[in-house]
């Protein structure tokens, strides 16, 4: 990922104090240092490895999923920022798992160290105690399965937040304590009952305050019956010519707020066979046959022009979905420059004047077409609204609906495509934002979930005005040194000192 930056993949939970306690301490200001010379001159335990730019294993423990950040701001830092960096903690670093994060904050590590957490892939599933402990390297398709089969739900579906939202709320809600390595080195574990501050931090900043190198979920057993629809759903994915969008939207704004077990996702892309932008809709419904066939009722008389509808244990409803693309939707190492805004309500008019504007980006930029995709992901909210907005640091409980602008390209990084798709991608989320249901509260009404935002967003309107300064307070207490740097920082102060 990062140029001149040295990787070390850790094998022992142990490791980590070590590590973050050897970098966090190093205070001497260094504007200079030599990166090689310090991580080699550590001592590491037999198991961990350590890597630099040009090891094929440089390649496989620091690529992300998207390249696109790893490209920004190529020029070298200026000595003020280097002073800066490496007065505060000697040596830079990235604490890494899945690597799939995509706000380009993550670029910007430069002569730093990216720390892989990938060996840590505990997966323990205890059936007595109906709780699961996994560790950072574990990702939700390698728990799907093995939860299910044990006669629980995948409460983590979709990360923070997802299609079960509207019966389960967020996986955030299910987690029960993490441990958790401070900037000082010190490990702790964190619960709603020990260190309970710092837990209601986590729950929804959790990537600004330290290392989590475990984490423990509540779990929820389920019935498995096909007939009377426990334990299964159904899938349904359409595609819907350009000619029918208005239609389309209409309907979306019409059935909104959706039911609890209804969750619909709206892909805008390019169909590369008829030459033309076109509507990729993905419905799940978690329940009986007889009751998703209702829901999906309304759809299927729009006549949309191929469909494919599937009723399926739940697990398979991830794998199933958007024709089964997923595989493709994960694979690593591509150019991806997203924008994203949240919205409190569907507004058809807006959805049609953005469809406008996405066919005309598909039509002027041929090299575009087939990495670029306009997703709508829009969920009920039920559960998740259900808890008190007061319980953890997470600001959008309210939220119905995320939307990820992707913009992926072929050719260089810097085309001419790269300032069209960026001019576009602030544009979409300005007119989404402009009627999302938060334009009363927040700036332009563009509110932000955490894991989607890009880092130009006002801090306000990732985190929430009021939740900030209470972040604040964590921040100041467990990293006052901004050593956790790249995803999204939170200020020690808020609102700033003057
Ligand atoms: C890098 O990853 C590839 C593909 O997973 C694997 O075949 C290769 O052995 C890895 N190389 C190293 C040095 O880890
Ligand atoms: C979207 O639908 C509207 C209303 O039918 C239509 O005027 C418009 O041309 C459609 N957009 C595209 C890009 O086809
Ligand atoms: C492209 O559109 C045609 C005609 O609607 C359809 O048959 C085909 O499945 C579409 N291709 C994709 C990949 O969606
Ligand atoms: C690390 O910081 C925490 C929070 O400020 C504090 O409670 C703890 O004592 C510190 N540990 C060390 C080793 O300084």
């Known amino acids: 990922m990062m140029l001149k930056t040295a990787a070390i993949v850790l094998t022992s939970c142990l490791l980590v104090p070590q590590l973050a306690l050897g970098l966090a301490t190093r205070q001497e200001p260094q504007t200079n240092y030599d990166l090689a010379g310090l991580v080699t001159s550590m001592r590491w335990s037999a198991q961990t490895t350590v890597s630099f730019p040009g090891q094929t294993r440089f390649v496989n423990v620091t690529q992300r999923w998207t390249t696109f950040c790893a490209h920004l701001g190529t020029s070298p830092l200026s000595a003020q920022e280097t002073r800066e960096i490496s007065s505060k903690l000697g040596i830079p670093f990235l604490v ?3 690597r799939h994060g995509f706000n380009p904050t993550l670029g910007g590590l430069r002569n730093g160290l990216a720390i892989d957490l990938s060996r840590f892939d505990k997966l323990q599933i205890n059936a007595r105690a109906n709780t699961l402990t996994i ?5 939700t398709s390698d728990l799907l399965r093995p939860l299910y089969n044990a006669g629980f739900i995948g409460i983590t579906l979709g990360g923070g937040i997802g299609r079960w939202d509207g019966v389960y709320g967020l996986f955030t809600d299910a987690l029960e304590s993490v441990r958790f390595i401070a900037a000082n080195g010190t490990a702790l574990t964190a619960s709603r009952t020990v260190n309970s501050e710092l837990f209601w931090g986590i729950r929804g900043a959790g990537a600004n305050l330290g290392v989590i190198t475990e984490a423990t979920y509540n779990l929820r057993r389920i019935a498995r019956s096909e007939k009377t629809g426990s334990g299964y759903g159904l899938n349904a994915d359409f595609t819907v010519p350009a000619s029918q969008n208005a239609t389309y939207f209409k309907l979306l704004e019409k059935i909104s707020p959706y039911p609890a077990r209804l969750a619909i996702v709206t892909v805008v892309v390019w169909n590369q066979t008829i030459g033309q932008t076109q ?4 419905w799940q419904y978690f329940g009986p046959r ?6 999906i009722a309304p759809m299927i008389a729009l006549g949309p022009s191929v469909s494919s509808i599937r009723y399926l244990p739940w697990p398979e409803l991830f794998y199933a979905q958007q024709f089964g693309m997923d ?6 190492g591509l150019v991806r420059n997203i924008y994203t805004a949240s919205i409190r309500k569907i507004t058809s008019s807006t959805w049609q004047s953005s469809f406008g504007k996405m066919a005309r980006f598909f039509e002027g930029n041929p090299s575009a077409r087939a990495l670029t995709s306009f997703a709508h992901e829009t969920y009920p909210n039920q559960a998740t609204v259900a808890v008190p907005d007061d319980e953890t640091a997470y600001p959008w409980r309210d939220a119905k609906g995320y939307l990820l602008f992707q913009f992926g390209w072929s050719g260089a990084i810097n085309s001419p495509v790269a300032a069209t798709a960026a001019a576009l991608g602030r544009e979409l989320r300005a007119d989404y934002a402009a009627t999302s249901g938060y334009e009363k509260e927040l700036k332009g009404g563009l509110a932000a979930y955490v894991n989607y ?13 009021d939740k900030l300064p209470r972040l604040a307070a964590l921040k100041r207490t467990w990293d006052p040194n901004n050593v956790f740097a790249y995803h999204l920082a939170l200020p020690t102060r808020y609102p700033a000192a003057p």
Do not use: F, M, W
């Open 135 to 139: 560790g950072p390297a574990i990702r």
């Open 279 to 282: 509507i990729v809709s993905n």
């Open 327 to 332: 595989g493709a939707n994960c694979a690593p």
């Open 96 to 98: 890494t798992s899945g």
């Open 453 to 465: 935002a890009r880092g130009d967003e006002p801090l306000e309107n990732i985190y929430r005005t």
């Open 290 to 295: 007889k009751e998703a066939l209702v829901a």
